[in-house]
T-cell receptor, first 110, second 117 residues
Framework: GENVEQHPSTLSVQEGDSAVIKCTYS??????FPWYKQELGKRPQLIID?????GEKKDQRIAVTLNKTAKHFSLHITETQPEDSAVYFC?????????FGTGTRLKVLA | DAGVIQSPRHEVTEMGQEVTLRCKPI?????LFWYRQTMMRGLELLIY????????DSGMPEDRFSAKMPNASFSTLKIQPSEPRDSAVYFC???????????????FGEGSWLTVV
C-alpha cells in the first residue's frame, strides 16, 4: 500500500538519553525519505533526509538509517534535550507526492 | 526567499460561511500541496498541483472543498459552506520537484488555523 507506518506514537525519554523512531513502508520504488519536526503550534520543518543510495546519514545529534531491503528507516536522536520535544513525522516520496507517517510525539523529561 | 506564505494565519468563522485560504509558494517551485492536519487524522494530503495544474485531488473530503492555482505564485483553498468538522490547521507546501537542488524536499508554510463554530 501507500501508507507509511510509524512507531511509536508517543515516546518519553529522560534528558540525555537516546530516542529512536521507526517507519516502515511497502513501496519498493521509494527513493527519498525525509524527517520533519513539528513544534507545538508551528509548521513541520525538515530536519534530516536520506536517499536510497546510502544507508546512514548523520547531522550532529540526529541520524537516519535506511534498510531498503527490509523497507524501514529510523530516526535516532542522541543526548536528547528538552528542545527536542516535538512531534516527528517520517515521510516517503510517492508518485509525485509525499506520504507522511502518523507522527511520534517525543517528550524529553528534564 | 521568504518561504511559503499563507494567509490568514487564524480564522474563526460561523458554520455555513465561505472560507478562503491563500498560499504563495516559494518562487521557482513547481509543485504545490495543500494538507490538512487534525489530531485524529494527522497530516492529510488534500490536493496537489504541478505547474498550476491539479494532479491529484483524491484527498479533497467532499464537494464543499475546492482549490485553484491561477498562476505559479498563488493558490487558494475554498470551503463553502464551512462546517465545524472542517476545523483544522491547513498547510500549504511547495517543492521544486526534480529541479530542486536539494532533491524533492517540500517546505511548509506556517499554516492557517481554522475554527468553524
Amino acid at each position: 500500500g501507500e501508507n507509511v507506518e510509524q512507531h511509536p506514537s508517543t515516546l518519553s525519554v529522560q534528558e540525555g538519553d537516546s530516542a529512536v523512531i521507526k517507519c516502515t513502508y511497502s513501496d519498493s520504488a521509494s527513493n527519498y525519505f525525509p524527517w520533519y519536526k513539528q513544534e507545538l503550534g508551528k509548521r513541520p520543518q525538515l530536519i534530516i533526509d536520506i536517499r536510497s543510495n546510502v544507508g546512514e546519514k548523520k547531522d550532529q545529534r540526529i541520524a537516519v538509517t535506511l534498510n531498503k531491503t527490509a523497507k524501514h528507516f529510523s530516526l535516532h536522536i542522541t543526548e536528547t534535550q528538552p528542545e527536542d520535544s516535538a512531534v516527528y513525522f517520517c515521510a516517503r516520496e510517492g508518485t509525485y507526492k509525499y506520504i507522511f507517517g502518523t507522527g511520534t510525539r517525543l517528550k524529553v523529561l528534564a | 526567499d521568504a518561504g511559503v506564505i499563507q494567509s490568514p494565519r487564524h480564522e474563526v468563522t460561523e458554520m455555513g460561511q465561505e472560507v478562503t485560504l491563500r498560499c504563495k509558494p516559494i518562487s521557482g517551485h513547481d509543485y504545490l500541496f495543500w494538507y490538512r492536519q487534525t489530531m485524529m487524522r494527522g497530516l492529510e494530503l488534500l490536493i496537489y498541483f504541478n505547474n498550476n495544474v491539479p494532479i491529484d485531488d483524491s484527498g479533497m473530503p467532499e464537494d464543499r472543498f475546492s482549490a485553484k492555482m491561477p498562476n505559479a505564485s498563488f493558490s487558494t483553498l475554498k470551503i463553502q459552506p464551512s462546517e465545524p468538522r472542517d476545523s483544522a490547521v491547513y498547510f500549504c507546501a511547495s517543492s521544486g520537484g526534480l529541479l530542486d537542488y536539494s532533491g524533492n524536499t517540500i517546505y511548509f508554510g506556517e499554516g492557517s488555523w481554522l475554527t468553524v463554530v
